[in-house]
């Protein structure tokens, strides 16, 4: 799976656009961007997931570069249980032989400011 | 619904002695994994189970360590003669089927030993 880069923390603003960037330059063609986070002292939680259109759900939009090299989770109105360990991952379908276990890089801690 | 469930929360126990962790999945979710993560930590993969069986152990850190499941539901993860090196959060995760990508993760159980 390929490697990602993301800052290692970012503030943000009660009721303001939380942009998470990651950097997953060498991404190949059938590789998904996951995103999960994970509150304090709770186990992390699925937040999206895209392959190359832009996604959204109820929690998140996921905005995927054309060239598929970075993405940008947006939380559009961040609230203070925002605050958490964003984990952006890059994945092969298992289908492909990829491992099942997720593994985690450092993530960027998110803090929500009152 | 009801999404997946750890007990204890917390245990505390004495070094030398066995404690065994109970991971409920989110029904007809049919695989089923098991990860350590040490404090400020990433996830650590210890085994996973597709029905009743564990195609993959290559996880578990030593012999002490072993886990079941039965029924296609209820998981137990068991750690004999416990170290204080065995400290940390043990989290259960499920998944609808083994080729499915998303995982969904319990809150986990604190494991402290003195």
């Known amino acids: 799976d390929a490697k990602t880069t993301q800052p290692t923390s970012m503030d943000c603003a009660e009721g303001r656009a939380a942009n998470l960037p990651c950097n997953h330059s060498?991404?190949?063609?059938?590789?998904?961007v996951y995103w999960y986070r994970q509150i304090h002292s709770q186990g992390p939680q699925y937040i999206i997931h895209?392959?190359?259109n832009n996604e959204t759900n109820e929690m998140a939009s996921l905005i995927i570069t054309e060239d598929r090299k970075s993405s940008t989770l947006i939380l559009p109105h961040a609230t203070l249980r925002d605050t958490a360990v964003y984990y952006c991952?890059?994945?092969?379908?298992?289908?492909?032989?990829?491992?099942?276990?997720?593994?985690f890089g450092s993530g960027t801690q998110l803090t929500v400011l009152p | 619904g009801a999404g997946v469930s750890q007990s204890p929360s917390n245990k505390v126990t004495e070094k030398g002695k066995d404690v065994e962790l109970r991971c409920d999945p989110i029904?007809?979710?049919?695989?089923l994994y098991w990860y350590r993560q040490r404090l400020g930590q990433g996830l650590e993969f210890l085994i996973y189970?597709?029905?009743?069986?564990?195609?993959?152990k290559s996880g578990l850190p030593s012999d002490r360590f072993s886990a079941e499941r039965t029924g296609e539901s209820v998981s137990t993860l068991t750690i004999q003669r416990t170290q204080q090196e065995d400290s940390a959060v043990y989290l259960c995760?499920?998944?609808?089927?083994?080729?499915?990508?998303?995982?969904?993760f319990g809150p986990g159980t604190r494991l402290l030993v003195l």
């Open positions: 995760a499920s998944s609808l089927a083994s080729s499915a990508e998303t995982q969904y």
């Open positions: 060498t991404i190949s063609g059938n590789e998904y």
């Open positions: 895209g392959l190359k």
């Open positions: 991952i890059v994945r092969r379908p298992i289908s492909s032989g990829s491992a099942r276990q997720l593994t």
């Open positions: 029904s007809g979710h049919t695989a």
């Open positions: 189970f597709q029905g009743n069986s564990a195609p993959d």
